[in-house]
């Protein structure tokens, strides 16, 4: 199993920053990807940037640009630089984790989630 805490999230206005963290624990040599997803009460969970194995990164159009995905292997640590703050960025932010079992199947692992809220 894979365990995720997410933390950095708070209150700030729009235009300026957040960095957010995500450490995993437990099985984290089987993570084949994480990302980070974000969720406003009474909405679909969307995804927001992920990052595999490889490196490689995707992002949602409406942070292109604005937020960054990294990965520490060795700290276990997932990071999402958050710049230009917009208040529609106002969510839950979760952290993902994708992984292969010993079978071969695909389990998605989250966090309980951290909150970020953008005042205009």
């Known amino acids: 199993q894979v365990q995720l805490v997410e933390s950095g999230g708070g209150l700030v206005q729009a235009g300026e920053s957040l960095r957010l963290s995500c450490v995993a624990s437990?099985?984290?040599?089987?993570?084949?990807?994480m990302g980070w997803y974000r969720q406003v009460p009474g909405n679909q969970r969307e995804l927001v940037a992920t990052?595999?194995?490889?490196?490689?990164?995707n992002y949602a159009h409406f942070v292109e640009g604005r937020f960054a995905i990294s990965r520490d292997r060795s700290k276990d640590t997932l990071y999402l630089q958050m710049n230009d703050l917009k208040p529609d960025d106002t969510a839950v932010y979760y952290c993902?984790?994708?992984?292969?079992?010993?079978?071969?199947?695909?389990?998605?692992?989250w966090g309980e989630g951290t909150p970020v809220t953008v005042s205009s």
């Open positions: 437990g099985t984290t040599s089987r993570i084949k990807a």
């Open positions: 990052i595999g194995a490889n490196d490689a990164t």
């Open positions: 993902n984790a994708f992984i292969w079992d010993r079978a071969g199947a695909a389990i998605d692992y």
